[in-house]
């Protein structure tokens, strides 16, 4: 079917490391054959050219962190027909959501020289939890074959075709044998979704999560596993709070065995 005008595709970014931005520019020739279907209409990350929206897709790098970036998300929903979020920042608060389980006020006092000068909202969110998402991508950064594949679909008026499915699977696509069962390595691979090839346990070391949670994941059942390898309650804490601490099959886990007295 051929369009009228190309679509508009506009990038933005909130708090977050730019790490998922790059990850487009990094598509190289994948990202060639996309941006000949399209108009980049904003990515300050790769051009300074600006079209005025509205928008066909907007892909959003980044967590809400201050009043200003929630007024702002508002606005870019409001002229984009659909809005994905990458990255884990996007879908799950990102690395910086670590803070919502402490006293910000705190922790300001403790990095800064001067604290009056920050302001900043007590917790880092997902833009779900803001407006609403045609689609979450998730990763750390996103996997740039899936990025690829999302934007391909909702240019072209489908559903995207991305695994749902954990990283064991992925061991097991690459041969790869599993460093829990066979060496006791606590890893976060069956509860998280597939996206890095496996890429941790192919180096003999256990996935830290950084595609956050697959979906149904059992992560009662792994937390378990783990003491009977001789995990204690604060390593399973900190195993849950990494790149999606706040992602909410994470976040629940770890709030499960924060507290000194919980009994395994």
Same mark, same amino acid.
Not at 83 to 96: D, P
Not at 142 to 155: C, F, T
Not at 181 to 207: D, I, K, S
């Given at each position: 079917?051929?369009?009228?005008?190309?679509?508009?595709?506009?990038?933005?970014?909130?708090?977050?490391?730019?790490?998922?931005?790059?990850?487009?520019?990094?598509?190289?020739?994948?990202?060639?054959?996309?941006?000949?279907?399209?108009?980049?209409?904003?990515?300050?990350?790769?051009?300074?050219?600006?079209?005025?929206?509205?928008?066909?897709?907007?892909?959003?790098?980044?967590?809400?962190?201050?009043?200003?970036?929630?007024?702002?998300?508002?606005?870019?929903?409001?002229?984009?027909?659909?809005?994905?979020?990458?990255?884990?920042?996007?879908?799950?608060?990102?690395?910086?959501?670590?803070?919502?389980?402490?006293?910000?006020?705190?922790? @300001?006092? *403790?990095?800064?020289?001067?604290?009056? #000068?920050? &302001?900043?909202?007590? /917790?880092?969110?997902?833009?779900?939890? $803001?407006?609403?998402?045609?689609?979450?991508?998730?990763?750390?950064?996103?996997?740039?074959?899936?990025?690829?594949?999302?934007?391909?679909?909702?240019?072209?008026?489908?559903?995207?075709?991305?695994?749902?499915?954990?990283?064991?699977?992925?061991?097991?696509?690459?041969?790869?044998?599993?460093?829990?069962?066979?060496?006791?390595?606590?890893?976060?691979?069956?509860?998280?979704?597939?996206?890095?090839?496996?890429?941790?346990?192919?180096?003999?070391?256990?996935?830290?999560?950084?595609?956050?949670?697959?979906?149904?994941?059992?992560?009662?059942?792994?937390?378990?596993?783990?003491?009977?390898?001789?995990?204690?309650?604060?390593?399973? @804490?900190? *195993?849950?709070?990494?790149?999606?601490? #706040?992602? &909410?099959?994470?976040? /629940?886990?770890?709030?499960?065995?924060? $507290?000194?007295?919980?009994?395994?």
């Amino acid at each position: 079917m051929q369009r009228d005008h190309k679509p508009k595709l506009a990038v933005w970014k909130f708090a977050s490391c730019d790490g998922c931005q790059l990850s487009i520019l990094d598509c190289e020739d994948e990202l060639l054959a996309v941006a000949g279907e399209v108009d980049i209409a904003y990515f300050p990350e790769a051009t300074r050219a600006v079209a005025r929206g509205p928008y066909d897709v907007s892909l959003v790098e980044g967590s809400i962190t201050t009043e200003h970036d929630a007024e702002r998300i508002h606005q870019i929903r409001k002229q984009s027909k659909f809005l994905v979020t990458i990255g884990a920042c996007a879908t799950s608060g990102g690395i910086q959501a670590l803070r919502n389980f402490r006293d910000v006020d705190q922790l @300001v006092k *403790a990095v800064y020289a001067t604290p009056g #000068y920050i &302001d900043t909202l007590d /917790k880092s969110t997902p833009i779900a939890d $803001h407006v609403f998402v045609d689609f979450q991508l998730r990763g750390c950064p996103v996997n740039k074959y899936q990025l690829v594949e999302v934007l391909s679909a909702y240019l072209n008026g489908r559903k995207p075709n991305t695994p749902s499915y954990s990283v064991c699977v992925e061991c097991k696509q690459r041969g790869t044998t599993c460093v829990m069962v066979a060496q006791g390595t606590p890893c976060m691979g069956p509860v998280t979704h597939a996206g890095c090839n496996a890429l941790c346990p192919a180096y003999n070391r256990g996935c830290f999560g950084c595609f956050g949670p697959m979906e149904t994941p059992n992560t009662a059942a792994l937390s378990a596993w783990w003491q009977k390898l001789g995990m204690n309650a604060p390593d399973i @804490v900190r *195993a849950f709070r990494t790149f999606n601490a #706040y992602a &909410d099959a994470f976040r /629940k886990e770890s709030e499960v065995y924060e $507290h000194p007295h919980h009994q395994g």
